[in-house]
């Protein structure tokens, strides 16, 4: 199976700060790279999938990039509204698998 | 209103079986792909298994192959999650999903708010 490796694990962070979440893939995955927010005691919330395109009704402030088996995810201006756990999935292998998250923590 | 509505969990006996449901609306069931996504307390997320959109293919991660059986009733819009032999581990939060079989370029757009199984004698 493909691993999903997230760095940092947890992060703190103001509001107003620039965030960047990275994500690697232990073999190329070409662009099959989704990112999910969860939110304690809730459901993920789909972000952004194909590793830059943002899903319907997401802020603009969140961003994706990469390609192969480096990835990242950046919040342009942290909000109140996005302290929560973050995870990367591959949809490239016939098992998906996510990384292990991140938490974004108020400073 | 697009949704998914799990149901089905709760305590069991290790070895013993449970099955879950998910019960959808708010969109063409029988065109989408769907997943279960399970949650340890305290830890990330672990896809289970997908089934495609008509039901004729199944994958499954090692941690749960020839124990859980996925499956789907389009007439009924639902989605299920037989569980036999459970097993401590297999305690978690689990969620269905909508989302494509694997080797497409999208992810689960559509999430049911969990239902919880506990293993535990």
């Known amino acids: 199976d493909i691993q999903m490796t997230q760095s940092p694990s947890s992060l703190s962070a103001s509001v107003g700060d620039r965030v960047t979440i990275t994500c690697r893939a232990s073999?190329?995955?070409?662009?099959?790279l989704n990112w999910y927010q969860q939110k304690p005691g809730k459901a993920p919330k789909f972000l952004i999938y194909?590793?830059?395109s943002l899903q319907s009704g997401v802020p603009s402030r969140f961003s994706g990039s990469g390609s192969g088996t480096d990835f990242t995810l950046t919040i342009s201006s942290l909000q109140r509204e996005d302290f929560a756990n973050y995870y990367c999935?591959?949809?490239?292998?016939?098992?998906?698998?996510f990384g292990g998250g991140t938490k974004v923590e108020i400073k | 209103q697009v949704q998914l509505v799990e149901s089905g969990g709760g305590v069991v006996q290790p070895g013993r079986s449970l099955r879950l449901s998910c019960a959808a609306s708010?969109?063409?069931?029988?065109?989408?792909?769907m997943h279960w996504v399970r949650q340890a307390p305290g830890k990330g997320l672990e896809w289970v298994a997908v089934?495609?959109?008509?039901?004729?293919?199944?994958n499954y991660a090692d941690s749960v192959k020839g124990r859980f059986t996925i499956s789907r009733d389009n007439s009924k819009n639902t989605l299920y999650l037989q569980m036999n032999s459970l097993r401590g581990e297999d305690t978690a939060v689990y969620f269905c999903?909508?989302?494509?079989?694997?080797?497409?370029?999208?992810?689960?757009?559509?999430w049911g708010q969990g239902t919880t199984v506990t293993v535990s004698s």
């Open positions: 999903a909508r989302g494509p079989p694997p080797g497409a370029p999208y992810g689960m757009d559509v």
């Open positions: 708010g969109f063409t069931f029988s065109n989408y792909g």
């Open positions: 089934i495609w959109y008509d039901g004729n293919n199944k």
């Open positions: 073999q190329s995955i070409s662009s099959y």
């Open positions: 194909a590793a830059s």
């Open positions: 999935q591959q949809s490239y292998s016939t098992v998906p698998t």
